[in-house]
Antibody, heavy 124, light 110 residues
Framework: QLQLQESGPGLVKPSETLSLTCSVS??????????WGWIRQPPGKGLEWIGS???????YYNPSLKTRVTISVDTSRSQFSLKLTSMTAADTAVYFC????????????????WGQGSLVTVSS | QSVLTQPPSASGTPGQRVTISCSGS????????VYWYQQLPGTAPKLLMY???ERPSGVPDRFSGSKPGTSASLAISGLRSEDEADYYC???????????FGGGTKLTVL
């Protein structure tokens, strides 16, 4: 059974860089049928797609976050990671990692497995 | 302000049928698939409907999706107390070149 688990700091200082890792177990991260991605949810608010990556390392970012986001993949460890620079209070959120099925080699919003989420608070 | 517009709240009594709307435009719902997610309090979202009206295995047929034009709807029939949750729609937006979500609808079972 596929499982995704986020790990990383729960507290980040303003202007610093957030680093989160998602560990994938129960299925291969090297499948061409899926992307792997990050979605966040500020407390009490809605969902926001941050970005996605395929097993070859091709990345796709939310245009509104593109200048601050880097997503990478390590297939040997079955992990993919998120870096978000210049953190502010507005970046305080639960960060979810997820598996993103493709249809006709295109991802259009399908998210079939989610991690439990990792709360990241930005505060000095 | 979300690109996809959902009513902030909806409600119904057990056994009733309720619908949740998701309004978009020709660059998202009008030309791409719609997905629906259910989020119970304190948990990660769960896929409820994919490619407009396909149910993942395990999702009861009380849930159905439709997409007339640039709007989509999620219908829940035979409402049950365990359906009380937040519901989000999502779609790819050709102009923004990314996936956008609705602001979410909080469903209360009275």
């Amino acid at each position: 059974q596929l499982q995704l688990q986020e790990s990383g700091p729960g507290l980040v200082k303003p202007s610093e860089t957030l680093s989160l890792t998602c560990s994938v177990s129960g299925d291969s991260i090297s499948s061409s049928d899926y992307y792997w991605g990050w979605i966040r949810q500020p407390p009490g608010k809605g969902l926001e797609w941050i970005g996605s990556i395929d097993y070859r390392g091709n990345t796709y970012y939310n245009p509104s976050l593109k200048t601050r986001v880097t997503i990478s993949v390590d297939t040997s460890r079955s992990q993919f990671s998120l870096k978000l620079t210049s953190m502010t209070a507005a970046d305080t959120a639960v960060y979810f990692c997820a598996r993103l099925p493709l249809y006709n080699n295109f991802w259009s919003g399908h998210i079939d497995h989610w991690g439990q989420g990792s709360l990241v608070t930005v505060s000095s | 302000q979300s690109v996809l517009t959902q009513p902030p709240s909806a409600s119904g009594t057990p056994g009733q049928r309720v619908t949740i709307s998701c309004s978009g435009s020709s660059s998202n719902i009008g030309s791409n698939y719609v997905y629906w997610y259910q989020q119970l309090p304190g948990t990660a979202p769960k896929l409820l409907m994919y490619r407009d009206n396909e149910r993942p295995s395990g999702v009861p047929d009380r849930f159905s999706g439709s997409k007339p034009g640039t709007s989509a709807s999620l219908a829940i029939s035979g409402l049950r107390s365990e359906d009380e949750a937040d519901y989000y729609c999502a779609a790819w937006d050709d102009s923004l070149r990314g996936v956008v979500f609705g602001g979410g609808t909080k469903l209360t079972v009275l």
